[in-house]
Each structure stands twice: as structure tokens, then as C-alpha cells.
């Protein structure tokens, strides 16, 4: 492809980018103060058919309340004439309530119904929720009773009192909202026809739904769940037929919400005249480009061509060198640049070849240097994150420890008062309070470990029976077992020989293995729940393990199991596994997972007899 080609396509390439650049941010800047008018337009829209539809709830409700009264409406005097005669007057008069009017004595009986036509509703109304709450409420209660979910039946109740002020009965007002025509055009004039409208209450029922709305899909699922929770907003969301906007705010009545969406595509056609337009304009500032990079590389190629043509006659004749220019510009600078460079070829070549024979003899020794550095580096970053490692543990050890150390001296200081009392009282009780004593002291030395984790636990060893210690840890767990309702259980062999061990590190190992079977049984679906702690006698050493009715560890955990701070749980601190693997690792032992037979995990360590 020749030079002028080049320059050509060069030129009408960068015009075409910028020009489309700037097209898409003015079109995106466009569509984007577009979106956001559109937006804040059908949300004040939504905004004001909320407010006309309380507004309307208001008005419906005074004339109910207004309605009940009067003084013709008493429903325990026994006499329907008057209420009938009142209510079928209100009723035909009524701009609100088209499809019923009930009175209800106090014992939940339909006294009267208008129209006539329309029966009492067969239901126990004296058991309902609703029909309590009116009674016993001070203010009118907006009560929706559903035939099914967006019929639009609507259902006001005020309660009827007496001139004493007692509760007499209900006074009930029924609106089928498709044929109302008071609450009908707050919910369907003054929008595009498309419009999918929902009304909802708070607990989920649909009172209202438009032919064309499907309260379960995309562009509505979300917006009937905000505006339940009392919220109001607006949102343009994906769908299967293009993007929908969506608005919603509560009615502030009975705890009603409307939500109304429409297809962006009716509301949005200023924006795609002007993407239109702005299209067309880059078409045809494209197209000049082109023009001008051709008329433009015309005049640049020419003298090119030019010094193109001296090139190959120094080709043909290299000791022919071309003869000097006078011109002074970029040209003139490349036929002098020439001349230069066919003089210091032959002593670059030298050069070259001298530089390779030293790179080649560089090269030799480069991928041992390379590989040496690497191993230093690499052993320099394994000590750096080791050290990383334990400076972070030291510091969570600290943080623990001391708040650990307050709980345990508050813990103290409450067993020596109450437990001196409890132990005079019943001295049966001393036992515990030794085992809890026992326990804060363990769990200070616990304490004092986390400030020094990263060093080597120093044990105190000595004759200890296992089925003491397994059992002690057992008591130390139950409570939580009993909580997390987890069947939990031993299998202790008896007659075990006495042990040389650290009772209080192995006791905090099976307490955390247990703890954490215990969580992962809870956390299961697997039935029964189960952990269980095993402890046999083998070959000499003295078996023990804990397993549970759980998932299981997943594989992507196992690697760093035993690492401080690695959890799975959302509570966990992650130190409990690696604590009881430091403990089992000083005693001489290896902490081992396997499968349970419970279905879950088994956690084991051995301890060997020593001679």
C-alpha cells in the first residue's frame, strides 16, 4: 500500500475517531440528562396519583364515618327500618363506594346490606382480625379483603359507637376500583397506555393490578417490594422486551403503595431523534475528511517520491552518493540523512559483530545469575510473609488476651462473693465451683499463650488419666451442644492407662475440636444432629477423636486448615484449629482429618506412651 494511501486513511481515520468520540459523549451525555428529567418527571407523576388517591381514601372514609354517625344507625336497637332506609339512600348517592354498604352488629351478624340484592357475606366476621381491630381501634382502619389477588375489591370499616362512646358494631364500605369512578382516575387517567399500574398493601396483597402489569416480573418484582417497605423511588431496569422505568411511592393510607412502570421506549423518543441526528452529522464530517486527507496527501508524497528515486540509483551505483540538497525542510533533512548513514554503515557493522561475540558471552552466565537471584528472592518473600504472619498473630493475641484478662478477673472476683455463700449454703456445690475456678485458670494460661503464639508452646507434663480429661471436656461443651441442639455423646474405652500430658492443652484442644463439631452439626441438614468424642487405646499410644453428623471441609479449606485466622464460619476468629494443632504438635503428636461415620468430619490426634 503506497504512502499517499496511507496518509489518506491516517487522515480520515483520526477524523472518524474523533468525531465519533465526540458524538458518543454527546450522545450519551444526552440520553443521560434525557433519562434523568424522564425519571424525576414519572416520579413526580406517581408521586401526585399517590396524593389524589389518598386524598380520595380521605374523602371516603368522612362520609363512612359521617354514615355511621347518624343517628338512624344503631345495630343493637334491634329495628333494621331506619338503617335501611338510610343506607340504601347513602348508597345510591354514594360517588365512592359502587359495589356495597354492610352494617354489623357488635357479635360480628349482618344487620343490613345495600343494595339489596347483594346478600351478607357468609363468613364468621366475628373471628376476623380485621373486624377486632375496627372494634377496639380509636381511628378508622383501611382493611382490603381480598377475593383474589388484583381484583380490585376494596373494603372501608369504620366502627359504630354509642352515646356512651362503646362499640356497637361495624359500618362497611365495598369498591371494585376497575368500575369506581372516584378512585379509578388516580390510577388510570393522565397515563400512557402501556402504563402497568400495581397497588399494594403492605402485607403483600395486590389490590389493584392493570390488564397489561405482572407484578412478578423484573420491572415490578423489586418496586412492589420498596414500596412495601414504605419507600419511594424510581429505577429504569432490564426486561425481556427492553428497558422499563419504574416508579413508586406509598399512599400514606392503610398502608398502601402504587407502583407504575412503562416501556422506555414510549418515553423516550426525543433521545432517539437526536442519536438520529447526531449519527447523520458524523457521516458526513467523516466523508469531508476523507476528502481533505486525499487533496492533503497529494502535496506531502510528492517530494517523498523524489528522494525515493536518489535511493535507487545509490542501489544501483553505491559509490555514486547523491548529490547534495538545498533544500530546508524535512526533505532536504532526509537526503542529508542519507548521505551520513551510507558512510557509517561499514563501521556500525563492525561494532555489531564485536557486540554480539560479548552478548553471547553474556548470555552463558545469565541463567545462573537469573536463577540464583530468584531463589533468594523467593526465600527472602517466604520470611517476610512468615513474619507478617506472626507480627499480625502477636497483635490479635494481644487485643484477646486483654480483653480476655478483664472478663476472667470480673469472673473472679463474682465467684469469690457469691460462690463463698452458695458453698456455705450447700456445700455440694463446692465441686463446681473448684471446676470453674479450674476453668478461668486454664483460660488465663489460654490467654497468656495468644501474647506468645508464634513461639513454642512450653507444656507441662504429667501422669494424667484421658477419661478424665475427655470427660471434663465433654461437661465444658454441653452447654453449647444444648443450645445448638445437638445430640452430643462419648465413647470412651475403659481401663486406659494413665498418660504423661498437659491435662489443660489437651482439654483446650478437645474443647475447641468439640466446639467446632458442634457448629458444623447445627449448620447441617443432616438428621440427627450428632458429635461425638472417641477415646482408645492402640499400639501402645492412646487415640483421640471427634466427629460430627456435618458437610464435612470442603477441599478448596483443607490447605490452609490449620492456619491462624482461617475460618469458615461467619462468627469464627479462625484460631481454634490451629490452636489445638499447636498443642497436639508439642505433645509429639499430628492432628489428622478424615470421614466420620456420622457423615461428617473427623478430627484425631494420637499421643504415644511413653516408657
Not at 38 to 62: E, F, G, M, P
Not at 351 to 368: F, K
Request: glycine residues 8%; contains cysteine; negative net charge.
Amino acid at each position: 500500500m503506497s504512502i499517499r494511501i496511507k496518509t489518506v486513511l491516517v487522515l480520515w481515520a483520526f477524523a472518524a475517531f474523533c468525531v465519533g468520540v465526540a458524538s458518543v459523549v454527546l450522545i450519551r451525555q444526552s440520553q443521560a440528562s434525557l433519562e434523568a428529567a424522564v425519571t424525576d418527571k414519572q416520579l413526580l407523576l406517581t408521586r401526585n396519583h399517590a396524593i389524589a388517591l389518598r386524598d380520595n381514601l380521605d374523602l371516603a372514609t368522612s362520609e363512612l364515618i359521617k354514615l355511621s354517625r347518624s343517628a338512624e344507625i344503631d345495630p343493637a336497637d334491634g329495628d333494621p327500618a331506619p338503617e335501611q332506609r338510610l343506607l340504601g339512600s347513602a348508597w345510591r348517592r354514594s360517588a365512592f363506594f359502587n359495589r356495597a354498604v354492610h352494617l354489623y352488629t357488635a357479635d360480628g351478624v349482618c344487620k343490613w346490606s345495600e343494595p339489596q340484592g347483594a346478600a351478607c357475606p357468609d363468613v364468621d366476621v366475628e373471628r376476623a382480625g380485621w373486624f377486632r381491630g375496627v372494634l377496639t381501634a380509636r381511628d378508622p382502619a383501611f382493611i382490603y379483603v381480598a377475593e383474589a389477588d388484583g381484583t380490585g375489591i376494596a373494603t372501608l370499616a369504620v366502627s359504630v359507637v354509642s352515646k356512651t362512646g362503646a362499640p356497637t358494631g361495624v359500618l362497611t364500605g365495598t369498591v371494585d376500583l376497575h368500575r369506581d369512578r372516584m378512585f379509578g382516575p388516580a390510577l388510570r387517567d393522565d397515563v400512557p397506555e402501556a402504563t402497568q399500574v400495581v397497588l399494594v398493601s403492605d402485607a403483600g396483597v395486590l389490590l389493584y393490578v392493570s390488564p397489561s402489569a405482572d407484578p412478578s416480573s423484573a420491572e415490578l418484582a423489586e418496586a412492589v417490594a420498596a414500596v412495601r417497605r414504605g419507600e419511594s423511588g424510581v429505577a429504569l431496569v432490564p426486561s425481556a422486551g427492553g428497558r422499563h422505568l419504574t416508579a413508586w411511592a406509598p399512599v400514606d393510607y392503610g398502608g398502601l403503595g402504587l407502583v407504575f412502570a412503562w416501556p422506555w421506549s414510549t418515553l423516550d423518543e426525543a433521545s432517539e431523534l437526536q442519536t438520529r441526528q447526531l449519527l447523520w452529522l458524523t457521516a458526513v464530517i467523516t466523508l469531508a475528511a476523507l476528502l481533505v486527507g486525499w487533496g492533503a496527501s497529494r502535496l506531502l508524497v510528492r517530494p517523498l517520491l523524489a528522494l525515493s528515486d536518489q535511493i535507487r540509483a545509490a542501489e544501483d551505483d553505491p559509490l555514486q552518493s547523491p548529490e547534495p540538497t538545498e533544500r530546508r525542510d524535512e526533505i532536504g533533512g532526509l537526503q542529508r540523512a542519507f548521505l551520513r548513514l551510507m558512510t557509517t554503515l561499514a563501521e556500525r557493522d563492525r561494532r555489531i559483530r564485536s557486540d554480539r561475540d560479548e552478548i553471547a558471552e553474556l548470555a552463558s552466565s545469565l541463567e545462573r545469575r537469573v536463577a540464583e537471584r530468584s531463589a533468594e528472592l523467593q526465600a527472602a518473600q517466604d520470611a517476610l510473609l512468615h513474619s507478617e504472619r506472626l507480627a499480625g498473630i502477636g497483635q490479635a493475641g494481644a487485643l484477646i488476651s486483654h480483653e480476655l484478662r478483664n472478663s476472667l478477673n470480673a469472673i473472679n472476683v463474682g465467684l469469690d462473693v457469691v460462690g463463698a455463700e452458695a458453698v456455705r449454703t450447700k456445700p455440694a456445690l463446692l465441686p463446681v465451683q473448684h471446676q470453674i475456678r479450674a476453668e478461668v485458670n486454664r483460660l488465663r494460661e489460654l490467654s497468656d499463650e495468644l501474647l506468645s503464639f508464634a513461639k513454642k508452646p512450653q507444656l507441662e507434663k504429667r501422669r494424667t488419666a484421658p477419661d478424665a480429661v475427655a470427660r471434663l471436656a465433654l461437661a465444658l461443651s454441653e452447654e453449647h451442644a444444648e443450645a445448638a441442639g445437638v445430640e452430643l455423646s462419648e465413647q470412651i474405652e475403659s481401663g486406659l492407662d494413665s498418660v504423661d500430658m498437659d491435662p489443660g492443652r489437651i482439654q483446650s484442644a478437645l474443647v475447641n475440636l468439640l466446639r467446632n463439631a458442634i457448629d458444623a452439626a447445627r449448620d447441617s441438614e443432616r438428621t440427627p444432629r450428632r458429635a461425638r468424642l472417641v477415646v482408645s487405646g492402640a499400639n501402645g499410644g492412646l487415640s483421640f477423636a471427634v466427629e460430627d453428623s456435618g458437610n464435612g471441609v470442603a477441599d478448596a479449606v483443607r490447605a490452609r486448615l490449620y492456619q491462624p485466622f482461617v475460618t469458615t464460619k461467619r462468627t469464627g476468629v479462625g484460631l481454634g484449629l490451629a490452636t489445638a494443632e499447636r498443642f497436639v504438635r508439642a505433645h509429639g503428636g499430628t492432628l489428622s482429618l478424615g470421614r466420620s461415620e456420622l457423615g461428617g468430619a473427623r478430627f484425631e490426634f494420637r499421643l504415644e506412651q511413653e516408657s
